[in-house]
Protein backbone atom coordinates (compact mmCIF):
# COMPACT_ATOMS: atom_id res chain seq x y z
CA UNK A 1 0.00 0.00 0.00
CA UNK A 2 2.98 2.16 0.72
CA UNK A 3 4.35 1.57 -2.75
CA UNK A 4 0.97 2.46 -4.21
CA UNK A 5 0.87 5.81 -2.31
CA UNK A 6 4.39 7.02 -3.42
CA UNK A 7 3.94 5.96 -6.99
CA UNK A 8 0.07 7.65 -7.07
CA UNK A 9 -0.37 9.98 -5.37
CA UNK A 10 1.06 13.72 -5.93
CA UNK A 11 4.15 14.31 -4.83
CA UNK A 12 4.32 16.68 -1.08
CA UNK A 13 6.33 14.43 1.23
CA UNK A 14 7.05 10.71 1.08
CA UNK A 15 5.98 10.70 5.00
CA UNK A 16 2.97 9.35 5.04
CA UNK A 17 3.12 7.82 8.28
CA UNK A 18 1.62 9.18 11.21
CA UNK A 19 1.88 8.11 14.89
CA UNK A 20 -1.20 5.65 15.66
CA UNK A 21 -1.94 4.67 12.37
CA UNK A 22 -1.76 1.52 10.44
CA UNK A 23 -1.10 1.70 6.75
CA UNK A 24 -4.58 0.72 6.01
CA UNK A 25 -6.08 3.72 7.73
CA UNK A 26 -3.07 5.77 6.24
CA UNK A 27 -4.26 4.41 2.72
CA UNK A 28 -7.98 5.23 3.00
CA UNK A 29 -7.24 8.73 4.13
CA UNK A 30 -5.17 9.43 0.79
CA UNK A 31 -6.21 6.82 -1.37
CA UNK A 32 -8.60 10.21 -2.64
CA UNK A 33 -5.40 12.45 -3.91
CA UNK A 34 -4.53 9.35 -6.40
CA UNK A 35 -4.46 10.07 -9.97
CA UNK A 36 -6.99 8.22 -11.85
CA UNK A 37 -7.08 6.72 -15.38
CA UNK A 38 -9.33 9.13 -16.47
CA UNK A 39 -7.04 11.66 -16.30
CA UNK A 40 -4.23 9.94 -18.59
CA UNK A 41 -5.31 11.22 -22.28
CA UNK A 42 -3.65 8.18 -23.55
CA UNK A 43 -5.66 5.46 -21.58
CA UNK A 44 -8.75 7.85 -21.93
CA UNK A 45 -9.26 8.41 -25.48
CA UNK A 46 -12.29 11.00 -25.29
CA UNK A 47 -10.00 12.96 -23.57
CA UNK A 48 -7.20 13.34 -26.10
CA UNK A 49 -10.14 13.49 -29.03
CA UNK A 50 -11.85 16.63 -27.59
CA UNK A 51 -8.41 17.94 -27.12
CA UNK A 52 -7.58 17.40 -30.41
CA UNK A 53 -10.89 18.37 -32.11
CA UNK A 54 -10.64 21.62 -29.87
CA UNK A 55 -7.09 22.85 -31.13
CA UNK A 56 -8.39 21.69 -34.84
CA UNK A 57 -11.77 24.36 -34.13
CA UNK A 58 -9.15 26.44 -32.32
CA UNK A 59 -6.66 27.13 -36.11
CA UNK A 60 -10.21 27.06 -38.23
CA UNK A 61 -11.20 30.57 -36.73
CA UNK A 62 -7.71 31.93 -37.41
CA UNK A 63 -7.30 30.55 -41.05
CA UNK A 64 -8.99 32.74 -43.74
CA UNK A 65 -12.12 30.67 -45.34
CA UNK A 66 -10.16 30.09 -48.69
CA UNK A 67 -7.30 28.10 -47.18
CA UNK A 68 -6.89 24.36 -47.13
CA UNK A 69 -6.00 22.99 -43.55
CA UNK A 70 -3.98 20.15 -42.31
CA UNK A 71 -4.83 19.45 -38.91
CA UNK A 72 -1.79 17.81 -38.54
CA UNK A 73 0.59 21.05 -38.62
CA UNK A 74 -0.66 21.45 -34.92
CA UNK A 75 0.80 18.44 -33.62
CA UNK A 76 3.88 17.81 -36.00
CA UNK A 77 6.49 18.63 -33.87
CA UNK A 78 5.95 16.30 -31.30
CA UNK A 79 6.70 13.31 -34.02
CA UNK A 80 9.68 14.87 -35.92
CA UNK A 81 12.31 12.10 -34.74
CA UNK A 82 10.90 8.89 -34.98
CA UNK A 83 12.62 6.01 -35.08
CA UNK A 84 13.32 3.62 -37.79
CA UNK A 85 13.74 -0.29 -36.90
CA UNK A 86 15.78 -2.72 -39.74
CA UNK A 87 14.36 -5.94 -39.29
CA UNK A 88 14.53 -8.87 -42.41
CA UNK A 89 16.66 -6.05 -44.89
CA UNK A 90 13.73 -4.09 -44.86
CA UNK A 91 13.18 -0.86 -43.21
CA UNK A 92 10.23 -1.27 -40.69
CA UNK A 93 8.93 2.59 -40.14
CA UNK A 94 7.33 3.61 -37.25
CA UNK A 95 5.68 6.87 -37.56
CA UNK A 96 2.26 8.95 -36.50
CA UNK A 97 0.42 8.68 -39.54
CA UNK A 98 -0.12 12.00 -41.37
CA UNK A 99 -3.78 13.41 -41.00
CA UNK A 100 -5.41 14.28 -44.07
CA UNK A 101 -6.30 17.88 -45.33
CA UNK A 102 -9.92 19.22 -44.95
CA UNK A 103 -12.14 21.87 -46.43
CA UNK A 104 -13.83 24.41 -44.13
CA UNK A 105 -17.77 24.86 -44.46
CA UNK A 106 -18.34 26.99 -47.13
CA UNK A 107 -15.24 25.03 -49.89
CA UNK A 108 -16.82 21.60 -48.61
CA UNK A 109 -20.36 22.21 -49.46
CA UNK A 110 -19.01 23.56 -52.98
CA UNK A 111 -16.75 20.62 -53.39
CA UNK A 112 -20.54 18.63 -52.83
CA UNK A 113 -22.05 20.67 -55.53
CA UNK A 114 -19.37 20.05 -57.87
CA UNK A 115 -19.29 15.93 -57.89
CA UNK A 116 -20.49 14.55 -61.16
CA UNK A 117 -23.40 11.81 -60.94
CA UNK A 118 -20.35 9.26 -60.27
CA UNK A 119 -18.89 10.53 -58.06
CA UNK A 120 -21.74 11.73 -56.02
CA UNK A 121 -23.32 8.09 -56.18
CA UNK A 122 -20.00 7.12 -54.14
CA UNK A 123 -20.31 9.46 -51.70
CA UNK A 124 -23.44 8.72 -50.55
CA UNK A 125 -22.63 5.36 -50.66
CA UNK A 126 -20.24 6.53 -47.98
CA UNK A 127 -22.10 9.74 -45.83
CA UNK A 128 -25.14 6.75 -45.47
CA UNK A 129 -22.66 4.30 -43.99
CA UNK A 130 -21.27 6.72 -41.57
CA UNK A 131 -25.23 8.61 -40.41
CA UNK A 132 -26.86 4.35 -39.85
CA UNK A 133 -24.74 3.66 -36.28
CA UNK A 134 -25.84 -0.04 -36.20
CA UNK A 135 -24.44 -0.28 -39.98
CA UNK A 136 -21.94 -3.54 -40.86
CA UNK A 137 -18.12 -2.86 -41.91
CA UNK A 138 -18.25 -1.04 -45.38
CA UNK A 139 -15.68 -2.74 -48.20
CA UNK A 140 -16.17 -0.11 -50.85
CA UNK A 141 -13.79 0.07 -54.47
CA UNK A 142 -14.20 3.19 -56.57
CA UNK A 143 -12.05 2.54 -60.07
CA UNK A 144 -12.25 4.76 -62.65
CA UNK A 145 -9.57 5.97 -65.82
CA UNK A 146 -6.42 8.98 -64.78
CA UNK A 147 -8.28 11.79 -64.80
CA UNK A 148 -11.90 10.98 -63.14
CA UNK A 149 -11.36 12.75 -59.83
CA UNK A 150 -10.72 10.54 -57.74
CA UNK A 151 -8.36 12.59 -55.34
CA UNK A 152 -10.97 15.27 -55.44
CA UNK A 153 -13.23 12.69 -54.27
CA UNK A 154 -10.80 11.37 -51.75
CA UNK A 155 -10.86 14.98 -50.09
CA UNK A 156 -14.74 15.24 -50.12
CA UNK A 157 -14.67 11.70 -48.06
CA UNK A 158 -11.92 12.64 -45.71
CA UNK A 159 -13.66 15.65 -44.91
CA UNK A 160 -16.98 14.15 -44.33
CA UNK A 161 -15.59 11.89 -42.12
CA UNK A 162 -13.16 14.42 -40.18
CA UNK A 163 -16.21 16.69 -39.81
CA UNK A 164 -18.48 13.75 -37.73
CA UNK A 165 -15.93 11.67 -36.01
CA UNK A 166 -12.64 14.04 -35.55
CA UNK A 167 -8.95 13.42 -37.71
CA UNK A 168 -8.51 10.37 -35.49
CA UNK A 169 -11.26 8.37 -36.98
CA UNK A 170 -10.10 7.94 -40.64
CA UNK A 171 -6.25 7.08 -41.83
CA UNK A 172 -5.49 8.05 -45.33
CA UNK A 173 -2.89 5.90 -47.20
CA UNK A 174 -1.24 5.12 -50.35
CA UNK A 175 1.72 3.09 -52.00
CA UNK A 176 4.41 5.59 -52.34
CA UNK A 177 5.29 8.59 -50.82
CA UNK A 178 4.10 10.84 -53.94
CA UNK A 179 0.90 9.28 -54.13
CA UNK A 180 0.37 9.61 -50.61
CA UNK A 181 1.25 13.03 -50.89
CA UNK A 182 -1.30 13.56 -53.41
CA UNK A 183 -3.84 12.83 -50.87
CA UNK A 184 -2.21 14.36 -47.63
CA UNK A 185 -1.92 11.25 -46.49
CA UNK A 186 0.57 8.98 -45.93
CA UNK A 187 2.44 5.80 -46.91
CA UNK A 188 0.79 2.05 -45.86
CA UNK A 189 4.72 1.37 -44.95
CA UNK A 190 4.49 3.71 -42.43
CA UNK A 191 1.29 3.97 -41.09
CA UNK A 192 0.69 0.54 -40.06
CA UNK A 193 4.91 -0.35 -39.41
CA UNK A 194 5.32 -3.00 -42.50
CA UNK A 195 8.71 -3.84 -44.03
CA UNK A 196 9.64 -1.79 -47.27
CA UNK A 197 9.55 -3.87 -50.58
CA UNK A 198 13.46 -3.21 -51.33
CA UNK A 199 13.95 -7.10 -52.94
CA UNK A 200 10.40 -8.79 -52.91
CA UNK A 201 7.43 -8.58 -50.65
CA UNK A 202 9.17 -8.75 -46.53
CA UNK A 203 7.68 -11.72 -44.38
CA UNK A 204 4.84 -10.03 -42.22
CA UNK A 205 6.14 -9.20 -38.61
CA UNK A 206 4.53 -8.80 -35.71
CA UNK A 207 4.76 -5.81 -33.33
CA UNK A 208 6.51 -6.02 -29.98
CA UNK A 209 4.53 -5.38 -26.60
CA UNK A 210 5.50 -1.56 -26.72
CA UNK A 211 4.71 -0.44 -30.25
CA UNK A 212 1.62 -2.71 -30.72
CA UNK A 213 0.32 -0.47 -27.41
CA UNK A 214 1.38 2.54 -29.01
CA UNK A 215 -0.23 1.55 -32.07
CA UNK A 216 -3.31 0.85 -30.37
CA UNK A 217 -3.42 4.29 -28.37
CA UNK A 218 -2.95 5.80 -31.72
CA UNK A 219 -5.58 4.35 -33.75
CA UNK A 220 -8.02 3.56 -30.82
CA UNK A 221 -10.94 5.57 -32.51
CA UNK A 222 -10.21 4.67 -35.95
CA UNK A 223 -13.47 4.12 -38.21
CA UNK A 224 -11.89 4.49 -41.64
CA UNK A 225 -9.37 3.92 -44.28
CA UNK A 226 -8.74 5.22 -47.22
CA UNK A 227 -6.33 3.50 -49.93
CA UNK A 228 -5.31 4.87 -52.64
CA UNK A 229 -3.10 3.73 -56.04
CA UNK A 230 -4.48 0.09 -55.41
CA UNK A 231 -3.20 -0.76 -58.82
CA UNK A 232 0.53 -0.85 -57.45
CA UNK A 233 -1.05 -2.39 -53.85
CA UNK A 234 -0.23 -6.11 -54.09
CA UNK A 235 -2.24 -8.80 -52.75
CA UNK A 236 0.70 -9.68 -50.32
CA UNK A 237 0.75 -6.05 -49.28
CA UNK A 238 -3.11 -5.61 -48.58
CA UNK A 239 -3.20 -9.01 -46.36
CA UNK A 240 -0.26 -7.72 -44.18
CA UNK A 241 -2.48 -3.97 -43.59
CA UNK A 242 -5.56 -7.03 -42.82
CA UNK A 243 -3.16 -8.88 -40.72
CA UNK A 244 -1.64 -5.86 -39.05
CA UNK A 245 -5.64 -4.50 -37.98
CA UNK A 246 -6.27 -7.67 -36.87
CA UNK A 247 -3.32 -7.40 -34.33
CA UNK A 248 -4.55 -3.59 -33.52
CA UNK A 249 -7.67 -4.26 -32.16
CA UNK A 250 -7.34 -7.49 -31.55
CA UNK A 251 -10.45 -8.55 -33.77
CA UNK A 252 -10.36 -11.69 -36.25
CA UNK A 253 -13.10 -9.75 -38.34
CA UNK A 254 -11.20 -8.45 -41.93
CA UNK A 255 -9.22 -5.52 -41.51
CA UNK A 256 -9.31 -5.84 -37.69
CA UNK A 257 -13.28 -4.28 -38.03
CA UNK A 258 -12.71 -1.17 -39.45
CA UNK A 259 -14.36 0.26 -42.74
CA UNK A 260 -12.36 0.39 -45.73
CA UNK A 261 -12.59 2.54 -48.85
CA UNK A 262 -10.38 1.42 -51.83
CA UNK A 263 -9.25 4.14 -55.05
CA UNK A 264 -7.56 3.32 -58.21
CA UNK A 265 -7.26 2.19 -61.74
CA UNK A 266 -6.66 -1.27 -62.36
CA UNK A 267 -5.16 -0.46 -65.76
CA UNK A 268 -2.28 1.75 -64.59
CA UNK A 269 1.32 -0.23 -63.62
CA UNK A 270 1.19 -3.05 -62.01
CA UNK A 271 3.01 -3.82 -58.32
CA UNK A 272 6.55 -4.25 -58.22
CA UNK A 273 6.57 -6.54 -56.16
CA UNK A 274 3.80 -9.78 -55.84
CA UNK A 275 0.90 -10.46 -56.87
CA UNK A 276 -2.65 -7.44 -58.04
CA UNK A 277 -4.50 -6.77 -55.36
CA UNK A 278 -7.28 -9.05 -56.93
CA UNK A 279 -4.72 -11.65 -57.37
CA UNK A 280 -4.87 -14.15 -54.03
CA UNK A 281 -2.01 -16.08 -54.21
CA UNK A 282 -3.00 -20.20 -54.09
CA UNK A 283 -1.24 -20.32 -50.61
CA UNK A 284 -3.60 -17.86 -49.10
CA UNK A 285 -7.06 -20.14 -50.93
CA UNK A 286 -7.55 -20.88 -47.44
CA UNK A 287 -8.36 -17.68 -45.94
CA UNK A 288 -11.03 -15.21 -47.25
CA UNK A 289 -10.38 -13.33 -50.65
CA UNK A 290 -10.41 -9.66 -49.51
CA UNK A 291 -10.74 -8.14 -53.03
CA UNK A 292 -14.03 -9.81 -53.30
CA UNK A 293 -15.16 -8.49 -49.83
CA UNK A 294 -15.21 -5.16 -51.98
CA UNK A 295 -17.89 -3.34 -53.55
CA UNK A 296 -16.64 -2.17 -56.75
CA UNK A 297 -18.36 0.87 -58.47
CA UNK A 298 -16.55 2.70 -61.47
CA UNK A 299 -16.31 6.37 -62.36
CA UNK A 300 -16.32 7.25 -66.14
CA UNK A 301 -16.38 10.72 -66.91
CA UNK A 302 -13.25 12.76 -66.76
CA UNK A 303 -11.96 15.86 -65.28
CA UNK A 304 -8.64 16.54 -66.37
CA UNK A 305 -8.83 16.58 -69.94
CA UNK A 306 -11.67 18.22 -72.25
CA UNK A 307 -13.98 16.17 -73.90
CA UNK A 308 -12.85 18.06 -77.43
CA UNK A 309 -8.99 17.60 -76.70
CA UNK A 310 -8.05 14.60 -78.51
CA UNK A 311 -5.76 13.25 -75.73
CA UNK A 312 -8.75 12.23 -73.96
CA UNK A 313 -9.79 9.37 -76.58
CA UNK A 314 -6.24 8.67 -77.04
CA UNK A 315 -5.89 7.54 -73.35
CA UNK A 316 -9.48 5.74 -73.20
CA UNK A 317 -8.87 3.82 -76.37
CA UNK A 318 -5.27 2.91 -75.28
CA UNK A 319 -6.29 1.78 -71.98
CA UNK A 320 -8.07 -0.91 -72.57
CA UNK A 321 -6.05 -1.67 -75.62
CA UNK A 322 -7.68 -0.62 -78.91
CA UNK A 323 -5.82 2.49 -79.85
CA UNK A 324 -6.01 2.82 -83.72
CA UNK A 325 -3.15 3.73 -86.24
CA UNK A 326 -5.02 7.35 -86.41
CA UNK A 327 -4.37 7.78 -83.04
CA UNK A 328 -0.79 6.63 -82.90
CA UNK A 329 -0.55 9.35 -86.05
CA UNK A 330 -1.59 11.80 -84.03
CA UNK A 331 0.86 11.27 -81.63
CA UNK A 332 3.44 10.94 -84.14
CA UNK A 333 2.82 14.60 -84.85
CA UNK A 334 3.41 15.68 -81.31
CA UNK A 335 7.47 14.70 -81.91
CA UNK A 336 9.39 17.11 -80.64
CA UNK A 337 11.92 18.66 -83.34
CA UNK A 338 14.66 21.39 -83.54
CA UNK A 339 11.73 24.45 -84.29
CA UNK A 340 9.67 22.94 -81.08
CA UNK A 341 12.16 21.87 -78.76
CA UNK A 342 12.52 25.54 -76.94
CA UNK A 343 8.81 25.04 -76.15
CA UNK A 344 9.56 21.87 -73.90
CA UNK A 345 12.24 22.61 -72.66
CA UNK A 346 11.96 22.82 -68.50
CA UNK A 347 9.22 20.22 -69.01
CA UNK A 348 9.75 16.95 -67.39
CA UNK A 349 10.85 14.16 -69.21
CA UNK A 350 9.47 10.55 -68.91
CA UNK A 351 11.30 7.28 -69.70
CA UNK A 352 10.26 3.82 -69.30
CA UNK A 353 13.34 2.94 -67.73
CA UNK A 354 16.07 3.57 -65.02
CA UNK A 355 18.85 3.70 -67.39
CA UNK A 356 17.14 5.93 -69.87
CA UNK A 357 16.73 8.21 -67.18
CA UNK A 358 20.45 7.84 -66.38
CA UNK A 359 21.36 8.55 -69.69
CA UNK A 360 19.54 12.31 -69.97
CA UNK A 361 20.25 13.26 -66.39
CA UNK A 362 24.46 12.90 -67.27
CA UNK A 363 23.69 14.74 -70.84
CA UNK A 364 21.78 17.63 -69.33
CA UNK A 365 24.68 17.95 -66.42
CA UNK A 366 27.42 17.75 -69.47
CA UNK A 367 25.69 20.66 -71.24
CA UNK A 368 25.94 22.64 -68.22
CA UNK A 369 29.56 21.79 -67.52
CA UNK A 370 29.99 23.07 -71.19
CA UNK A 371 28.43 26.74 -70.25
CA UNK A 372 30.92 26.95 -67.85
CA UNK A 373 29.36 26.13 -64.54
CA UNK A 374 30.66 24.85 -61.60
CA UNK A 375 29.93 21.52 -60.39
CA UNK A 376 31.13 19.57 -57.40
CA UNK A 377 31.50 15.32 -57.16
CA UNK A 378 29.94 14.28 -54.29
CA UNK A 379 30.19 10.72 -52.68
CA UNK A 380 28.68 9.00 -50.62
CA UNK A 381 30.29 7.18 -47.39
CA UNK A 382 30.10 3.83 -46.66
CA UNK A 383 31.01 2.02 -43.41
CA UNK A 384 31.24 -1.59 -42.38
CA UNK A 385 27.99 -2.30 -40.27
CA UNK A 386 29.26 -5.54 -38.88
CA UNK A 387 32.08 -8.10 -38.31
CA UNK A 388 35.85 -7.50 -37.49
CA UNK A 389 35.89 -4.14 -39.62
CA UNK A 390 32.47 -2.64 -38.13
CA UNK A 391 33.08 1.12 -38.15
CA UNK A 392 36.28 1.44 -40.88
CA UNK A 393 35.61 2.83 -44.39
CA UNK A 394 34.01 0.21 -46.80
CA UNK A 395 35.99 0.07 -50.37
CA UNK A 396 33.73 0.65 -53.35
CA UNK A 397 34.00 -3.11 -54.38
CA UNK A 398 32.02 -4.07 -51.02
CA UNK A 399 28.92 -2.51 -52.66
CA UNK A 400 26.63 -3.01 -55.16
CA UNK A 401 26.73 -0.61 -59.12
CA UNK A 402 23.05 -0.96 -58.56
CA UNK A 403 21.65 1.64 -56.49
CA UNK A 404 17.95 -0.31 -55.54
CA UNK A 405 20.31 -2.82 -54.20
CA UNK A 406 22.06 -0.28 -52.07
CA UNK A 407 19.17 1.42 -50.16
CA UNK A 408 18.03 3.52 -52.86
CA UNK A 409 21.16 5.71 -52.43
CA UNK A 410 23.14 7.02 -55.22
CA UNK A 411 27.03 6.02 -54.98
CA UNK A 412 27.87 9.48 -55.99
CA UNK A 413 26.46 12.77 -57.24
CA UNK A 414 27.68 15.79 -59.66
CA UNK A 415 25.51 18.89 -58.70
CA UNK A 416 25.61 22.68 -59.03
CA UNK A 417 23.72 25.46 -58.12
CA UNK A 418 20.55 25.09 -60.64
CA UNK A 419 20.83 21.53 -61.27
CA UNK A 420 17.45 20.04 -60.72
CA UNK A 421 17.11 17.64 -58.24
CA UNK A 422 14.46 14.11 -56.67
CA UNK A 423 14.14 13.83 -53.37
CA UNK A 424 14.75 9.92 -52.60
CA UNK A 425 13.35 9.87 -49.04
CA UNK A 426 9.89 10.49 -47.32
CA UNK A 427 11.25 13.62 -45.35
CA UNK A 428 8.42 15.01 -43.78
CA UNK A 429 5.26 13.84 -45.64
CA UNK A 430 2.56 16.72 -43.97
CA UNK A 431 4.49 19.41 -45.30
CA UNK A 432 5.21 17.59 -48.63
CA UNK A 433 8.82 16.55 -48.46
CA UNK A 434 8.39 13.06 -49.71
CA UNK A 435 10.08 10.42 -52.25
CA UNK A 436 9.80 12.08 -55.84
CA UNK A 437 9.52 15.89 -55.02
CA UNK A 438 11.06 17.80 -57.12
CA UNK A 439 13.36 20.72 -56.60
CA UNK A 440 16.42 23.22 -57.87
CA UNK A 441 19.62 23.13 -55.95
CA UNK A 442 20.01 26.73 -54.56
CA UNK A 443 23.27 26.18 -52.44
CA UNK A 444 25.61 24.61 -50.23
CA UNK A 445 26.77 24.42 -47.00
CA UNK A 446 30.26 22.97 -45.97
CA UNK A 447 32.02 21.41 -42.69
CA UNK A 448 33.18 24.08 -41.00
CA UNK A 449 31.31 27.20 -43.31
CA UNK A 450 33.50 26.39 -46.06
CA UNK A 451 33.14 28.78 -48.98
CA UNK A 452 34.33 25.08 -51.06
CA UNK A 453 34.99 21.93 -50.29
CA UNK A 454 38.79 20.89 -49.17
CA UNK A 455 38.63 17.56 -51.89
CA UNK A 456 36.75 15.98 -54.67
CA UNK A 457 33.31 13.94 -53.40
CA UNK A 458 33.24 15.64 -50.03
CA UNK A 459 29.81 15.12 -48.46
CA UNK A 460 28.24 18.86 -47.80
CA UNK A 461 26.49 18.99 -44.05
CA UNK A 462 23.65 19.98 -46.09
CA UNK A 463 22.39 21.28 -49.55
CA UNK A 464 19.50 24.07 -49.73
CA UNK A 465 16.89 22.87 -52.73
CA UNK A 466 13.85 25.65 -53.44
CA UNK A 467 10.77 23.60 -54.02
CA UNK A 468 8.11 25.43 -56.37
CA UNK A 469 5.55 23.49 -54.78
CA UNK A 470 2.52 25.28 -53.14
CA UNK A 471 2.15 22.52 -51.22
CA UNK A 472 5.54 23.63 -49.80
CA UNK A 473 5.26 26.59 -49.50
CA UNK A 474 2.35 26.56 -47.07
CA UNK A 475 5.34 26.11 -44.81
CA UNK A 476 8.36 27.75 -46.11
CA UNK A 477 7.43 31.00 -47.86
CA UNK A 478 10.57 30.94 -50.23
CA UNK A 479 10.21 27.12 -50.48
CA UNK A 480 13.77 26.93 -49.76
CA UNK A 481 14.68 23.63 -47.41
CA UNK A 482 18.12 22.20 -46.06
CA UNK A 483 18.09 18.72 -47.39
CA UNK A 484 20.75 16.58 -44.77
CA UNK A 485 22.47 13.37 -45.89
CA UNK A 486 20.76 10.76 -44.46
CA UNK A 487 21.73 6.43 -43.27
CA UNK A 488 20.76 3.39 -44.72
CA UNK A 489 21.87 0.07 -44.05
CA UNK A 490 21.99 -2.90 -46.65
CA UNK A 491 23.75 -5.95 -47.08
CA UNK A 492 26.92 -5.68 -49.54
CA UNK A 493 28.76 -7.94 -51.71
CA UNK A 494 29.63 -11.05 -49.48
CA UNK A 495 26.72 -10.81 -47.51
CA UNK A 496 28.52 -8.11 -45.46
CA UNK A 497 26.38 -5.43 -43.79
CA UNK A 498 27.15 -1.42 -45.25
CA UNK A 499 26.12 1.79 -43.82
CA UNK A 500 26.12 4.33 -46.45
CA UNK A 501 25.98 7.97 -45.85
CA UNK A 502 24.59 10.02 -48.64
CA UNK A 503 21.80 13.13 -49.88
CA UNK A 504 18.88 11.43 -49.84
CA UNK A 505 18.36 13.30 -53.67
CA UNK A 506 19.28 11.99 -57.64
CA UNK A 507 19.14 14.27 -60.39
CA UNK A 508 16.32 14.66 -62.04
CA UNK A 509 15.80 16.44 -65.41
CA UNK A 510 14.11 12.92 -66.71
CA UNK A 511 11.83 10.48 -64.11
CA UNK A 512 10.65 6.94 -64.62
CA UNK A 513 7.09 6.01 -65.30
CA UNK A 514 6.67 4.26 -61.64
CA UNK A 515 7.48 7.90 -60.31
CA UNK A 516 4.79 9.98 -61.95
CA UNK A 517 2.06 8.05 -62.08
CA UNK A 518 -0.70 10.10 -59.64
CA UNK A 519 0.49 13.33 -60.87
CA UNK A 520 -1.26 15.58 -63.02
CA UNK A 521 1.80 18.05 -65.77
CA UNK A 522 0.72 21.13 -67.29
CA UNK A 523 3.50 19.48 -69.82
CA UNK A 524 5.65 16.75 -70.05
CA UNK A 525 7.68 15.19 -72.89
CA UNK A 526 7.58 11.01 -73.35
CA UNK A 527 9.27 8.26 -74.63
CA UNK A 528 6.95 5.41 -76.40
CA UNK A 529 10.17 3.40 -77.92
CA UNK A 530 10.91 0.15 -77.57
CA UNK A 531 12.02 0.57 -74.42
CA UNK A 532 8.09 0.13 -72.95
CA UNK A 533 8.29 -2.91 -71.06
CA UNK A 534 5.20 -2.96 -69.52
CA UNK A 535 1.32 -3.05 -70.28
CA UNK A 536 0.24 -0.18 -68.73
CA UNK A 537 3.42 2.38 -69.08
CA UNK A 538 2.42 4.33 -72.55
CA UNK A 539 -1.43 4.99 -70.46
CA UNK A 540 0.20 6.67 -67.40
CA UNK A 541 2.46 8.09 -68.69
CA UNK A 542 0.23 9.88 -71.13
CA UNK A 543 -3.02 10.47 -69.04
CA UNK A 544 -0.84 12.65 -66.87
CA UNK A 545 -0.70 15.62 -68.98
CA UNK A 546 -3.66 17.58 -69.07
CA UNK A 547 -3.80 18.83 -72.36
CA UNK A 548 -2.99 17.62 -76.08
CA UNK A 549 -0.86 20.90 -76.70
CA UNK A 550 1.32 20.33 -73.71
CA UNK A 551 2.54 16.91 -74.90
CA UNK A 552 5.69 16.37 -76.23
CA UNK A 553 7.39 12.80 -77.85
CA UNK A 554 10.95 11.98 -78.32
CA UNK A 555 9.77 8.77 -80.01
CA UNK A 556 7.66 6.30 -79.91
CA UNK A 557 7.13 2.91 -81.45
CA UNK A 558 3.68 1.35 -82.85
CA UNK A 559 4.75 -2.36 -82.07
CA UNK A 560 3.99 -1.25 -78.26
CA UNK A 561 0.73 0.98 -78.65
CA UNK A 562 -1.40 -0.48 -81.44
CA UNK A 563 -4.48 -2.45 -80.93
CA UNK A 564 -3.59 -4.51 -84.74
CA UNK A 565 -0.77 -5.89 -85.73
CA UNK A 566 -0.03 -7.37 -88.95
CA UNK A 567 1.25 -11.28 -88.63
CA UNK A 568 1.78 -13.67 -91.64
CA UNK A 569 -1.12 -14.93 -91.11
CA UNK A 570 -2.79 -11.63 -91.36
CA UNK A 571 -4.22 -8.63 -89.10
CA UNK A 572 -4.89 -9.80 -86.06
CA UNK A 573 -6.47 -8.29 -82.77
CA UNK A 574 -3.90 -7.69 -79.66
CA UNK A 575 -4.98 -6.19 -76.45
CA UNK A 576 -1.81 -3.99 -75.46
CA UNK A 577 -3.19 -4.12 -71.53
CA UNK A 578 -2.25 -6.46 -68.69
CA UNK A 579 -4.71 -9.94 -69.58
CA UNK A 580 -5.72 -10.37 -65.96
CA UNK A 581 -6.18 -6.69 -64.98
CA UNK A 582 -8.34 -6.20 -67.94
CA UNK A 583 -10.11 -9.67 -67.55
CA UNK A 584 -10.95 -8.46 -63.87
CA UNK A 585 -12.41 -5.03 -65.29
CA UNK A 586 -14.57 -7.04 -67.43
CA UNK A 587 -15.76 -8.87 -64.48
CA UNK A 588 -16.50 -5.20 -62.25
CA UNK A 589 -18.03 -4.08 -65.47
CA UNK A 590 -20.56 -6.96 -65.70
CA UNK A 591 -19.05 -8.02 -69.41
CA UNK A 592 -17.75 -10.89 -71.18
CA UNK A 593 -13.48 -10.75 -71.33
CA UNK A 594 -12.91 -11.22 -75.22
CA UNK A 595 -10.10 -14.12 -74.78
CA UNK A 596 -9.91 -14.65 -78.52
CA UNK A 597 -8.61 -11.67 -79.51
CA UNK A 598 -5.94 -11.74 -76.80
CA UNK A 599 -2.46 -13.37 -77.70
CA UNK A 600 1.00 -13.09 -75.38
CA UNK A 601 3.23 -10.29 -75.28
CA UNK A 602 6.11 -11.90 -76.14
CA UNK A 603 4.68 -12.97 -79.80
CA UNK A 604 4.66 -8.83 -80.86
CA UNK A 605 8.61 -8.39 -80.24
Not at 332 to 354: G, L, M, Y
Amino acid sequence: MYSLLILYVPFVTENFLVDGLSMEEIFENHKHLMRNEKDNCHLNPDIHQRFEQALFQLAVREIPPSVSLTPAQVFDECFEDMEIDVSNESNVIVDEPQQPRICNAADFRDAVRNLNKDQLRVYRKIHDHMINESADQLFLGVIGSGGTGKSFLINVIATAIISKYGCIALVLGAPTGVSARNIGGNTLHRIFALGVELKGVPKYMKLGGEKLQHMRRRHSQLKYIIIDEISMISYELFRQVDLRLKEIFDNDKPFGGISVILLGDLMQLRPVNGNWIFQQPKVYSAEPHLWRLFNIVELKTNMRQSEIDPLLGICNRLRIGELTEEDVELLRQKIITSENDHIFKDAVRIFPTKEQVSEYNHSRIEEMKAQGIEFFEIWAVDIYASGRHTGMSAPASCSSVKTNRCGGFERSLTLSVGTKVMLLRNLNVSHGLVNGSIGVVRGFTWNRLKRKPDKVGELPTSVEVYFDDDKIKKFHKDGVFSIKPQTVTYTGNNMVEITRQMLPLAVCYAVTVHKIQGETLSSAVIDLGPKLFQNGQAYVALSRVKRFDGLGITNIFPKRLLSSFYKRTGDMNVRKVDQKAYEELCRIQNREFPKNIVIPYFLLL
